[in-house]
């Protein structure tokens, strides 16, 4: 019995620290309003990236997003960003954006814009990431 | 089993499962060299010359810029001019337009028509059909039924560079120009800058 114990605690431990790196997975700045935090994909810590603000218009049959990116820190940021567009069976628009290196200075703010491949897109996530340097 | 023996058990065992919890092996046959296929739409940081993310940032900056004004209404005609450049580097600028050209037909929102580097391959195959006497008649293209272009897209790309010992500092700006063909005008104009700077 004991030895079953002691043969289950790596696998526990291990499954805990999947478990603990899930739930760390997705960690907003508490500046960035709920319902935006819905529609960012955050990869890691914000490391002091807000997105304070996101702004969906549909012009010409095409959705345009812009999003403002703030630096509640006083330390710059470099951020990793691309948005990525989804129809209404909520599948992926067209490739998929490149990734964009941005650099956010301490404090400061910069306001990042899309536009939909098609008028197939009726919605988007904001994937990101953020170097802690 | 002694306390020891199942002591060193547990330690082996949770050895393995955390080295298997962090290290899965993937499918693949490799050698020693480390070959890896990569993402192509990550950011490329390599050296400061033009690159693969300036390549894609241009064409979709331009591509959300035209489909944005509203142009495009009721599927107009458009060609591709050669994209002048005007940087010290070597660059396939054209590969800049194809990646718009791609982008603005799969947006459905535009027909293009052969550009002017294109043309010959289609006299060429019309001619075949119409004077090579291979093909049933009503089957061949006819001559003299292509649709002209009512835009043209014309681009240049610049770039200013500043050197000193520590830093290099590269400015490209990619200027984007739609005209109709028949006035003449500028109907619509974007641009897109990208700074780059390396240090040693």
């Not at chain 1, 049959?61 to 209404?88: C, E």
């Not at chain 2, 010290?88 to 929102?109: H, P």
Request: hydrophobic share 40%; proline share 3%.
């Amino acid at each position: 019995m004991r030895t079953r114990i002691a043969l289950a605690a790596p696998a526990l431990l291990c499954a805990a620290l999947v478990a603990a790196t899930a739930a760390r997975a997705q960690l907003h700045d508490p500046a960035t309003p709920p319902a935006v935090a819905s529609k960012v994909a955050l990869r890691g810590e914000a490391n002091s990236i807000a997105v304070r603000e996101m702004r969906i218009v549909r012009k010409n049959d095409i959705l345009v997003v812009q999003a403002d990116m703030a630096n509640m820190g006083r330390t710059d940021r470099t951020v990793f960003y691309r948005f990525k567009w989804l129809d209404n069976a909520g599948n992926q628009v067209g490739d998929g954006e490149s990734w964009k290196q941005m650099r956010v200075l301490g404090l400061g703010q910069q306001t990042v814009k899309s536009v939909a491949p098609t008028n197939a897109a009726v919605d988007l996530r904001l994937e990101m990431n953020v170097e802690p340097r | 089993m002694t306390k020891n023996t199942l002591t060193a058990l547990a330690l082996v065992a949770g050895t393995l499962a955390l080295s298997g919890c962090q290290n899965l092996s993937s499918p693949v046959v490799r050698f020693d060299r480390q070959v890896n296929y990569g993402d192509a739409k990550a950011v490329e940081l390599v050296t400061n010359e033009f690159g693969s993310t300036d390549l894609q940032m241009i064409a979709e900056k331009m591509t959300g810029s035209l489909l944005e004004t509203g142009i495009f209404q009721g599927r107009p005609t458009v060609t591709l001019a050669p994209v002048k450049n005007k940087t010290s580097e070597y660059i396939d600028t054209n590969n800049v337009m194809s990646s718009i050209q791609t982008a603005l037909t799969k947006s459905g929102k535009v027909r293009f028509v052969r550009s002017i580097n294109q043309m010959q391959q289609g006299v060429d195959e019309l001619q075949r059909q119409n004077q090579s006497g291979l093909y049933k008649q009503g089957t061949t293209a006819k001559i003299g039924q292509m649709t002209a272009a009512k835009y043209q897209l014309e681009g240049e790309l610049t770039s200013i560079v500043k050197q000193n010992n520590t830093t290099k500092d590269v400015y490209y700006k990619f200027t984007l120009q739609l005209f109709d063909v028949e006035e003449g005008t500028v109907e619509w104009q974007d641009e897109k800058e990208i700074r780059k700077t390396s240090k040693r």
